[in-house]
């Protein structure tokens, strides 16, 4: 009997499949920069054993049904919109996915995106290199303050709790929103628990760390928009999905917020003539949540320690099913 076989849809550093090579074997899409066509992933599935997927890639029916025999497939994320769990059960296939290790590196991230935008450094810096800074001036790229604001948090998650407590070394005050309440985040941070409405309402920042699901897609829409400060900054880290796009759009032309900070966006990626790009008051990323090389490199390791767990016979650290 030959060794089981996991198949990889993006390029990843070799040196990482070095301590499971003795009991698998391994294939790897090629390029890093370029998802794995459709017909590629379907040819490999069905002769893998585990799938090591990202969040471009659609793990659905057709995919399992032809897969016989697949028994695993480990997401290189926290969510895990892009696959089917309901059709896994039903094939028997376990799913995972990466929580935990990513939250402060993504709340890192989500606030310097809150920072970038309401004091404008992308603006700033293009300035300067279109040479277009002649004198200083005392409204030259004035932005928002940040300290002694108040942040309204939708998911009170392990990242919703790192970014309030980065907003508590600011001085703002935080506001939250959760299907559960955080009685231990209120009393160690003085989180106050807000309806939705309220959190729209009173907030100056609003940050939305929500998982895409049918019950949060569309949540911030033309109502919730309009129900924002004028001055409000929004920010997502979380799904595209959870943003009517067109109404974002719209509140930004009519001046009924002031400015929004995205990574994440409906259809990914995004290109240069995204209605988003290229306005000063949106700042626009390439879904760089949790990219830096400690915390990719430990999301890949617990992606291969889930699919050998499952392929040993024995529990994956970080089962979704």
């Known amino acids: 009997m ?11 550093p070799e040196a990482l499949l070095k301590p499971y090579e003795e009991s698998f074997s391994f294939r790897m899409w090629e390029r890093e920069d370029v998802r794995v066509p459709r017909d590629v992933l379907l040819e490999e599935a069905k002769h893998a054993d585990g799938l090591l997927t990202v969040l471009s890639d659609n793990v659905d029916e057709e995919l399992l049904a032809q897969a016989p025999n697949l028994k695993v497939v480990a997401n290189l994320a926290v969510g895990y919109d892009n696959i089917d769990v309901d059709a896994a059960n039903k094939h028997q296939v376990i799913v995972t996915n990466t ?9 890192d991230l989500g606030f310097a ?10 603006e700033a810096s293009t300035l300067i290199e279109q040479d277009k800074w002649n ?17 309204g948090i939708l998911g009170m998650g392990r990242i919703g709790e790192a970014i309030a407590k980065r907003a508590t070394g600011f ?3 935080v506001r939250y929103h959760n299907r559960n309440r955080k009685p231990a985040v209120e009393q160690e941070l003085g989180a106050i628990y807000s309806s939705f409405d309220e959190l ?42 959870v943003v009517d796009e067109s109404a974002l759009l719209e509140a930004l032309d009519k001046g009924e917020i002031r400015a929004a900070g995205l990574d994440v966006f409906r259809e990914e990626p995004i290109r240069s003539d995204h209605p988003f790009v290229g306005r000063d008051d949106v700042v626009c990323l390439p879904h760089i949540g949790s990219a830096s090389v400690e915390t990719r490199t430990t999301m890949i390791q617990l992606c291969l320690d889930n ?15």
């Open 2 to 12: 030959g060794k089981a076989t996991i198949y990889i849809t993006r390029n990843i």
């Open 171 to 173: 001085n703002m005050n």
């Open 99 to 107: 929580p935990d290790v990513l939250s402060e590196t993504t709340a």
């Open 135 to 151: 004198e200083w001036a005392p409204y030259l790229l004035a932005g928002a303050d940040i300290h002694h604001k108040t942040i």
């Open 307 to 321: 699919i050998s767990a499952v392929l040993q016979g024995n529990k994956p650290k970080t089962p979704v099913t």
């Open 113 to 122: 995106l809150l920072m970038a935008t309401a004091r404008r450094i992308v």
């Open 200 to 241: 729209l309402s009173e907030s100056d920042f609003i940050v939305s760390v929500v998982p895409l699901t049918q019950e949060t897609a569309n949540t911030f829409n033309q109502v919730a928009f309009e129900k924002m400060k004028t001055s409000a900054i929004f920010i997502n880290i979380s799904r595209g999905g």
